[in-house]
Nanobody, 126 residues
Framework: QVQPVESGGGLVQAGDSLRLSCAAS????????VGWFRQAPGKERELVGG????????YYADSVKGRFTISRDSTDKSAHLQMDSLKPEDTAVYYC???????????????????WGQGTQVTVSS
């Protein structure tokens, strides 16, 4: 069983960049798809993007496409979310989650992910 642990959140200004990391505690992300979600106050948790267990496929929400990049390292011990050109509307708690292969290549719903991190706050000021 793998436990995702996020890090790297913080307070930045609009236009800045931030890199979030997700470490695989208790194992590795090998054979897991990794998704990044976010939840703003009063809103539902939404998928930002995901990367397949092989690393060959990625998916991004339209709202972040071209600005955010998801990667995973070759050891499968961590995954990353590079966020560029940040906007105030990107402000949220960001979560990393892992999904077993039976859930699909890159699951898009929160219910499809088996393991979740505790979240890290990202605040973008205007």
């Amino acid at each position: 069983q793998v436990q995702p642990v996020e890090s790297g959140g913080g307070l930045v200004q609009a236009g800045d960049s931030l890199r979030l990391s997700c470490a695989a505690s208790g194992g590795t992300f090998s054979s897991y798809a990794v998704g990044w979600f976010r939840q703003a106050p009063g809103k539902e948790r939404e998928l930002v993007g995901g990367i397949s267990w092989s690393g060959r496929n990625t998916y991004y929400a339209d709202s972040v496409k071209g600005r955010f990049t998801i990667s995973r390292d070759s050891t499968d011990k961590s995954a990353h979310l590079q966020m560029d050109s940040l906007k105030p509307e990107d402000t949220a708690v960001y979560y990393c989650a892992a999904a077993t292969p039976m859930r699909g290549n890159i699951p898009t719903t929160p219910a499809s992910y088996d393991y979740w991190g505790q979240g890290t706050q990202v605040t973008v000021s205007s």
